[in-house]
């Protein structure tokens, strides 16, 4: 199975091909950035296809995080995707970054509980907690800041994501101590390809998994009277 995996939801610009029949990740980058996604994206594509040596036409499938993440990041990377797929005539694999964040721990330990948190602004996370067997006892979801932290604190379980600082310095006094706290702001770009090699769903058309509205709102007093 050979797989090229995008990332461009949080903050970092990535990309990495997979062979699992070879020597695994051929080839990966991955760049920290909160802005210009969309200039560096398909430089870092073609940089990591040509370390592969690899045509598109040559892979069986792209991977994906459609989010949750920045509303502007997720729609830079599903639309490579799909540009992509249709120009290679290759499925899609879609894959949420709170399971990217959470794929390195849950493949060490399935039988512990761990949440994946992502910062959504305003005192809010998205969320997933996911329990024995990465079976997902709460989906994908956009919660309080108090309600994660609730959650967190409920039985022994281990905290990954851009979120886990809030949580961490939200935690009650005296309480029992997480049994991690992980703060990378965005997900490995190799396990992206890995969960990507795997999935048995895949689509021609990803689309963004938003969770939230954005911060953005029209300006009324600046639009123009249609005529």
């Not at 969309?38 to 994906?64: H, Q, S, T």
């Not at 502007?72 to 894959?95: Q, S």
């Not at 990217?100 to 849950?106: D, M, S, W």
């Amino acid at each position: 199975m050979r797989v090229l995996a995008i990332d461009t939801a949080l903050a970092a610009c990535s990309a990495a091909v997979l062979d699992d029949e070879r020597e695994g990740i051929l080839a990966h980058q991955s760049r920290p950035m909160e802005r210009g996604h969309a200039e560096a994206i398909m430089p870092i594509i073609a940089g990591v296809m040509n370390e592969a040596d690899l045509k598109f036409v040559e892979l069986d499938r792209i991977a994906v995080t459609i989010g949750p993440g920045s509303f502007t990041g997720l729609r830079v990377a599903v639309a490579a995707a799909r540009g992509l797929a249709l120009a290679a005539g290759k499925p899609v694999v879609a894959l949420t970054t709170l399971a990217a964040f959470a794929a390195p721990y849950i493949a060490a330990d399935d039988t512990t509980l761990l949440l994946s948190a992502i910062d959504a602004r305003n005192d809010q996370l998205y969320i997933q907690l996911v329990g024995r067997g990465g079976r997902a006892i709460i989906a994908p979801r956009l919660a309080s800041l108090r309600e994660a932290v609730r959650i967190a604190s409920a039985a022994p379980t281990r905290i990954v994501g851009s979120g886990a600082g809030l949580i961490q310095a939200a935690w009650p006094p005296g309480g029992p101590p997480p049994l991690l706290f992980d703060m990378t702001t965005a997900p490995d770009i190799d396990w992206v390809a890995r969960l990507g090699a795997v999935a048995l769903e895949t689509t021609a058309h990803p689309k963004p998994l938003y969770l939230s509205h954005p911060d953005a709102r029209p300006q009324d007093a600046f639009r123009l009277a249609r005529r």
